[in-house]
T-cell receptor, first 117, second 117 residues
Framework: AQSVAQPEDQVNVAEGNPLTVKCTYS??????LFWYVQYPNRGLQFLLK??????LVKGSYGFEAEFNKSQTSFHLKKPSALVSDSALYFC???????????????FGKGTLLTVNP | DTGVSQNPRHKITKRGQNVTFRCDPI?????LYWYRQTLGQGPEFLTY????????KSRLLSDRFSAERPKGSFSTLEIQRTEQGDSAMYLC???????????????FGQGTRLTVV
């Protein structure tokens, strides 16, 4: 079974400060990890993914995430937050065992990020 | 707009009625997914198609739910005899797929919000 935990329901940061949104995961095989962002009444927008290679991956809008295998974590980061980053962020995982034939994504419950001016 | 398109965006129906939602994926994507999202939760996997073949169904997909993708392009999700517990956002996503996780990210539509009264 695969699972994702986002331990913080809400994260509040001041504009210009660095932000971190936490995610831990559990899979049987190699993890394929994803971050998505959701704005009100909208679908999910893909931000970035980790499949293999460098542990630090860069994505859209200046976001990056660090894969840590020993801690089974994939925290989302941004060096300088913008008010427009305020949204709901979801971490997701799928099991890469068997060459990734399992295509089902399992999502965390989401973290509401609020960036204060 | 070449993204994933879902119709209708909103649907209000009376309990016991049948409803059908449509999803048009990104044109070259051979994989299509349906997810359900309720308030305060992350999306939950419902079903997955590769071309026209439905390869996996979640236990969440009761016998009142049926999904089709007859020509490997658009898909429909039908809910028969709707119940109040079916009220949720229904999200469709598509992906291209590839070797070793390449092109593995799913792109989501804006969703259909179903309200059963």
């Amino acid at each position: 079974a695969q699972s994702v935990a986002q331990p913080e329901d809400q994260v509040n940061v001041a504009e210009g400060n660095p932000l971190t949104v936490k995610c831990t995961y559990s899979v049987s095989g190699n993890p394929y990890l994803f971050w998505y962002v959701q704005y009100p009444n909208r679908g999910l927008q893909f931000l970035l993914k980790y499949i293999t290679g460098d542990n630090l991956v860069k994505g859209s809008y200046g976001f990056e995430a660090e894969f840590n295998k020993s801690q089974t974590s994939f925290h989302l980061k941004k060096p300088s937050a913008l008010v427009s980053d305020s949204a709901l962020y979801f971490c997701a995982v799928r099991d890469g065992v068997g060459g990734g034939s399992n295509y089902k994504l399992t999502f965390g419950k989401g973290t509401l990020l609020t960036v204060n001016p | 707009d070449t993204g994933v398109s879902q119709n209708p965006r909103h649907k209000i129906t009376k309990r016991g009625q049948n409803v059908t939602f449509r999803c048009d994926p990104i044109s070259e994507h051979n994989r299509l997914y349906w997810y359900r999202q309720t308030l305060g939760q992350g999306p939950e996997f419902l079903t997955y198609f590769q071309n026209e073949a439905q390869l996996e169904k979640s236990r969440l997909l009761s016998d009142r739910f049926s999904a089709e993708r007859p020509k490997g392009s658009f898909s429909t999700l039908e809910i028969q005899r709707t119940e109040q517990g079916d009220s949720a956002m229904y999200l469709c996503a598509s992906s291209l797929g590839g070797q070793g996780g390449l092109n593995t990210e799913a792109f989501f539509g804006q969703g259909t919000r179903l309200t059963v009264v």
